[in-house]
Structures are given as structure tokens and as C-alpha cells.
């Protein structure tokens, strides 16, 4: 199985200050999947990446923006945070490739003061 | 539009047994999956029902009906580690597709 790794889990933040958030996986994946999941809502995606192929859904706010250096590695940046942006992030890649079961990584928790 | 709705809340027993259901509105259907998430922490993956009926793994069991676009997720022997949120989820739109969360059920097990 894969494992998918997200740093900080716990991220404070001030109003309009930027922040990056971390996910890598092992085994090299080439789908990788970032959600956002506020207090008591479903996981909704953000976006995904097919290889280098970046998807961006499209409700998803410019202020969210993501680079995928590697195929291990994604990055989430939210350039000017808002009150509304405080949520759960979750990074997932599919549990073997080819397969449409996700494993996710355990979170990161951002707070916006 | 894709659309899931499942029950907020649900209240169960130790020992009981527990059926969360689960309707969707989707286009592209592919799959249908169950994902248990504890306070706090990321989903974690139950089961996947393609095709029409009953899959059963252990304690849980998971039904899908494609023609009403309706699934169930069945807990037996209900344990206190059981409480959680329970997402409803679908997979459209290839192989590897997205996938659209429910706002999940809120279970709780009481002595």
C-alpha cells in the first residue's frame, strides 16, 4: 500500500500570510489528489495530477495554487489565506496503481487567526 | 450535477446492528465507496461495490442498488471504536477518476 505523508498536520496562520502545505507518497504514484474538508463537510477535491497533467476543478478559488516537483512530491499554496479557507487538507493517491481506492495521507489542519 | 445525500446523525448500541444509507445522483458512474473517518483524522478506506449487490468484509457489509442509485453500509456487532463518520462516496469519469464525498453520517455507539 501506499503511504502518503503531509506536513505540518497542524498549521497557524495569519489573515493574508502565505502557506504551503507538504504531501510525498511512495511507490511513485502518478495520480495524486488534494481535498479540502471543513468542520462537519464532505472532503471536496481541489485538485489532481495525472503524471505532470495538473486538473484544477473548477470552483476551486485562484488563491489555491499547487506544484508537483516530482512524482513523490505535491505542494498546496494558499497565497492569502482567508478566515473561510480554515480547514482540513488532505492529500490521497490511489492504494495501488490503477486502482480507484485512495489512501490518504493523515491531514494537515489549518488554522487562520 | 453530482449529488450524495446520507442521513447527518445516527445513534446505535453496542452489540447492534446499524444500516447507514446512502442515495446519489451522478453522471459517468463508476464506483461506489465507503470510507470510515475517525474525529480528526483522514478517511480511511471500507469498501467499493461496482457492481450490483452485497459485498461483505467481517463486520461490514455494503449494498448497491445502480438502477435506484442507492447504497447501504451495514454494521454488525457494533463496538464503541465504531463511532465515526461514515462517507458515502462516487467515482465518475474514467479508470482513475475523482471522486465526490457525501457529507458523511455521524455515528454514534452507546453502551
Known amino acids: 500500500d501506499a503511504m502518503v505523508i503531509q506536513n505540518p498536520r497542524y498549521q497557524v496562520t495569519q489573515f493574508g500570510k502565505p502557506v504551503t502545505l507538504s504531501c510525498s507518497q511512495t511507490?511513485?504514484?502518478?495520480?495524486m489528489y488534494w481535498y479540502q474538508q471543513k468542520s462537519s463537510q464532505a472532503p471536496k477535491l481541489l485538485f489532481h495530477?495525472?503524471?505532470?497533467?495538473?486538473?484544477n476543478e473548477a470552483d476551486t478559488p485562484d488563491n489555491f495554487q499547487s506544484r508537483r516537483p516530482n512524482t513523490s512530491f505535491c505542494f498546496l499554496d494558499i497565497r492569502s489565506p482567508g478566515l473561510g479557507d480554515a480547514a482540513m487538507y488532505l492529500c490521497?493517491?490511489?492504494?495501488?496503481?490503477?486502482?480507484?481506492?485512495?489512501?490518504f495521507g493523515a491531514g494537515s489542519r489549518l488554522t487562520v487567526l | 450535477g453530482q449529488n450524495i445525500d446520507q442521513p447527518t446523525e445516527m445513534t446505535a448500541t453496542e452489540g447492534a446492528i446499524v444500516q447507514i444509507n446512502c442515495t446519489y445522483q451522478?453522471?459517468?458512474?463508476?464506483?461506489l465507496f465507503w470510507y470510515q473517518q475517525h474525529a480528526g483524522e483522514a478517511p480511511t478506506f471500507l469498501s467499493y461495490?461496482?457492481?450490483?449487490g452485497l459485498e461483505e468484509k467481517g463486520r461490514f457489509s455494503s449494498f448497491l442498488s445502480r438502477s435506484k442509485g442507492y447504497s447501504y453500509l451495514l454494521l454488525k456487532e457494533l463496538q464503541m471504536k465504531d463511532s465515526a463518520s461514515y462517507l458515502c462516496?462516487?467515482?465518475?469519469?474514467?479508470?482513475?477518476?475523482?471522486?465526490?464525498f457525501g457529507k458523511g453520517t455521524k455515528l454514534s455507539v452507546k453502551p
Open positions: 490521497a493517491t490511489p492504494r495501488e496503481p490503477g486502482a480507484n481506492v485512495l489512501t
Open positions: 511507490l511513485n504514484h502518478n495520480v
Open positions: 495530477y495525472y503524471d505532470k497533467d495538473f486538473n
Open positions: 451522478t453522471s459517468g458512474f463508476n464506483g
Open positions: 461495490n461496482v457492481l450490483d
Open positions: 462516496a462516487v467515482t465518475y469519469g474514467g479508470s482513475q477518476g475523482n471522486l465526490i
